[in-house]
């Protein structure tokens, strides 16, 4: 362990690089772009730090930097990491700084475009880091603003009632998740004389009534299954997805959909244990829902990033799954997914990002032969679409087969059923390379660009992790 405020700096180095961005001219988009790199690669080198001196072979926090924040409020700044998070954290580090090589061709508005790029990954490690309930409450609300300015501003044709639609979305989850924060720690004060929202307190703290503590629980659920996002509560992922800028979907698909397992994770079951064991079949089943529902619908899609969009639903599914499996097997099951499809749902992202690009379209029917016209491109997507429907010896079938496992051990038929995903998976996502990638190329494919070597370096490192 080391006095070094490491956690800090990883939270607010982009604050402080957010900061430096709006002092550099509007027409000089190449200092933008040179502080934005550099920031988001100190941030990453300092992750790789904390990563090296992470002590494994223990649950507790490490690094843990504490500090008050508004006196007699019980709101304090606690941020620590464990075996939960690490990984978490240094997944954001990583996909930041490609994000800013996959967007180095933007040429609109980028000064505005980096600073709220720095400003999100603030947000977003600060998500992972926050002890205090209320610091994450803060730093969970945080991340609206960025996503919501970079949807609308840089995105598609719809992209402003996407943006509004995901705004709106997050924000009714968030106000029962505030109101259950401050409950709980009022609750705890009533009972013991002590406000406090440092969830090591309110994890020892026994004497919630059971009532109370299942209505906190589904307080807490709410917003976790609007981020996740669970069945029903999915409607705005695809709009989103469809109408975001690529960065903004690999984002969302490596990052923010994770939001949702690591809150159930990290804060339900231990606040609210008793709970999180009796209502783990309300969960199971979401996700069983949602694992064929989603794949169903992908099936329908032509547009291949709203394929892709379903496809998250469906994967988020299987995480939620393994979660709620109450297992080891289960829970190390769904942190592998959460990093597993951070990767390879990003790749796909980005390349057909990289695609529309190209040809400004993303409608299968027309596009015929993209791999014999740009075969690194093909290639490539073909690479991720194995590693997304699980193909063993990558990570998909890896986390996937655990979640399932633990399934059938404790519910035999939850697990039949969610397997059906598994096969609806390699039939949408297949099906989807036939029709675009393989053939004669036409249209927009004819003398179709290959990736080149910058768009090979952002797109590598998902795939070789």
């Not at 926050?130 to 969970?140: C, G, T």
Request: charged share 10%; proline share 3%; aromatic share 14%.
């Amino acid at each position: 362990m080391t006095d070094f405020p490491v956690l800090t700096f990883i939270i607010f180095a982009p604050a402080v690089g957010a900061g430096i961005v709006l002092l550099v001219p509007g027409n000089r988009s190449e200092i933008s772009k040179a502080i934005g790199y550099l920031t988001t690669a100190a941030t990453a080198g300092l992750s790789f730090y904390m990563l090296w001196h992470f002590e494994t072979g223990t649950g507790k926090l490490q690094f843990v930097e504490e500090h008050d924040w508004f006196g007699d409020t019980g709101v304090s700044y606690i941020v620590g990491v464990d075996g939960i998070s690490v990984f978490m954290v240094v997944l954001t580090a990583v996909v930041f700084p490609l994000g800013l090589l996959a967007s180095q061709q933007l040429e609109i508005r980028v000064k505005a475009y980096t600073f709220w790029f720095l400003i999100l990954e603030t947000a977003i490690m600060g998500i992972f880091l926050a002890v205090d309930l209320i610091a994450f409450f803060i730093f969970w609300e945080l991340l609206l603003v960025p996503m919501y300015f970079i949807i609308a501003g840089w995105g598609h044709e719809n992209r402003v009632y996407a943006a509004m639609k995901f705004f709106l979305f997050t924000m009714a989850g968030s106000a029962f998740l505030f109101a259950s924060i401050l409950a709980l720690g009022f609750l705890h004060q009533s009972a013991t004389g002590n406000l406090t929202f440092d969830y090591r307190v309110l994890m020892e703290w026994t004497g919630l009534a059971y009532a109370t503590e299942v209505w906190l629980f589904l307080g807490f659920m709410v917003s976790f299954a609007v981020k996740a996002p669970l069945f029903p509560f999915h409607t705005w992922l695809p709009d989103v997805h469809t109408e975001a800028p690529t960065f903004g979907s690999v984002v969302l698909a490596g990052v923010l959909l994770k939001m949702g397992a690591y809150g159930f994770l990290r804060f339900s079951f231990t606040l609210f244990p008793d709970a999180s064991v009796d209502l783990a079949p309300l969960l199971l089943v979401l996700s069983v829902i949602g694992i064929i529902y989603g794949a169903i619908v992908a099936a329908r899609q032509r547009d291949l990033k709203r394929l892709i969009a379903y496809s998250s639903i469906s994967h988020i599914g299987f995480l939620v799954l393994g979660v709620f499996t109450l297992t080891t097997i289960g829970l190390d099951g769904a942190v592998v997914i959460m990093i597993s499809h951070a990767l390879t749902t990003g790749a796909l992202f980005l390349i057909v990002g990289f695609l529309d690009e190209r040809t400004h379209t993303r409608i299968m029917s027309e596009l015929k032969g993209i791999w014999r016209a740009a075969p690194v491109l093909g290639g490539l997507f073909l690479f991720a679409t194995f590693a997304g429907i699980g193909v063993p010896g990558l990570s998909g079938f890896v986390g996937e087969f655990l979640a399932l496992l633990a399934t059938f051990v404790v519910h035999r038929w939850y697990a039949v059923v969610a397997a059906i995903g598994v096969i609806l998976a390699a039939v949408y996502m297949l099906y989807a390379f036939q029709q675009s990638f393989t053939g004669v190329p036409k249209g927009v494919t004819e003398g179709l660009k290959d990736l080149n070597l910058r768009e090979i370096c952002v797109i590598a490192p998902l795939l070789l992790l």
